[in-house]
């Protein structure tokens, strides 16, 4: 008894099907898993660098806001002291000049932009004491009460503002030294 041909050419094929068949399917199996991994690496990365930008925007928003807080405080106080030597009399002229405020008041725009609301507030109050201050008290009279009136109220503005900006921006140390 012989084996007919037809049956090794059979068992044949479908050995050559089932190794192809085991590869493919080996191979997609593989690429699946290579696809998922890439996807969750990417994934990660992604993750990755959107939170290096958030921390790349929000140190670049801090200095926006640091050097907002600074140029606006340094311009108050030159804003107060033009007040204070309208009041002392150092000036020959008895009004302040018409833009006297101008500068101040553009810093207190762009700090209401970057800065905090309540540190904004703070400005605010702040730059409108001085302005008090100084459009309401008399020129060289220091017998003049809302020269003195005015000077407190800015005082206690100003120094409300520093407590706030020193802590808005994370400065270290006593608040009681600030003044």
């Known amino acids: ?3 007919p ?9 479908i050995g050559v099907i089932g ?4 590869g493919v399917a080996g191979v997609l199996i593989t690429q699946r898993r290579s696809d998922r991994r890439d996807d969750k690496t990417w994934q990660r990365d992604r993750q990755r660098e959107q939170e290096r930008w958030a921390r790349e925007d929000e140190d670049r928003t801090f200095e926006h ?3 907002s807080y600074v140029s606006f405080y340094e311009s108050l106080k030159a804003m ?3 007040a204070y030597e309208k009041g002392y009399g150092f ?3 008895p009004v302040l000049p018409r833009d006297w405020n101008a500068q101040t008041f553009a810093r207190l725009n762009r700090l209401r932009i970057y800065g905090r609301p309540a540190v904004a507030m703070a400005a605010a109050t702040a730059y409108n004491a001085a302005w008090r201050w100084g459009e309401y008290c008399k020129h060289d ?4 009460p809302m020269f003195y009136d005015g000077q ?14 020193r802590e808005d921006l994370g400065i270290p140390g006593d608040t009681d030294d600030a003044r």
Do not use: N
């Not at 109220?153 to 706030?164: C, N, S, V």
């Open 5 to 13: 041909l037809w049956v090794p050419l059979i068992v044949a094929v």
């Open 141 to 144: 009279d220091l017998d003049d």
């Open 80 to 82: 107060a002291l033009m």
């Open 65 to 67: 806001r640091r050097e």
């Open 152 to 165: 407190e109220r800015y005082d206690e503005a100003e120094f409300k503002l520093l407590l706030m900006i």
């Open 1 to 3: 008894m012989q084996t």
């Open 91 to 93: 000036h020959s002229d």
């Open 19 to 22: 190794t192809v068949a085991a």
